[in-house]
Nanobody, 115 residues
Framework: QVQLVESGGGLVQPGGSLRLSCEASKVILSMYYMGWYRQAPGKQRELVARIASGGSIDYADSVKGRFTISRDKITVYLQMNSLKPEDTAVYYC???????????WGQGTQVTVSS
């Protein structure tokens, strides 16, 4: 079992920046994907960005060029620049372990972009 703890959400004006952090309770040695999803009011949860154990990265089209995902040991980060009101959502950290087909989720952190 892996626990994920998120931090870094908050209120920011349009055009501003935030950095989200997600710390895992242990290192995963097998193949995995780790990343961020978000869910806005009235919308389905969507993938924002993810990084694979081998280093490959995927971004949603809506955030490409503005958001950057990275990792350092057991922590994954999401640097969010040029934020828009449409980015307002609860952001969830996710870990997917391929072999066991196991999904782990963080508690969620609110990001609000508003004037």
């Amino acid at each position: 079992q892996v626990q994920l703890v998120e931090s870094g959400g908050g209120l920011v004006q349009p055009g501003g920046s935030l950095r989200l952090s997600c710390e895992a309770s242990k290192v995963i040695l097998s193949m995995y994907y780790m990343g961020w999803y978000r869910q806005a009011p009235g919308k389905q949860r969507e993938l924002v960005a993810r990084i694979a154990s081998g280093g490959s990265i995927d971004y949603a089209d809506s955030v490409k060029g503005r958001f950057t995902i990275s990792r350092d040991k057991i922590t994954v980060y999401l640097q969010m620049n040029s934020l828009k009101p449409e980015d307002t959502a609860v952001y969830y950290c996710n870990l997917y372990v391929v072999q066991s087909r196991s999904d782990y989720w963080g508690q969620g952190t609110q990001v609000t972009v508003s004037s």
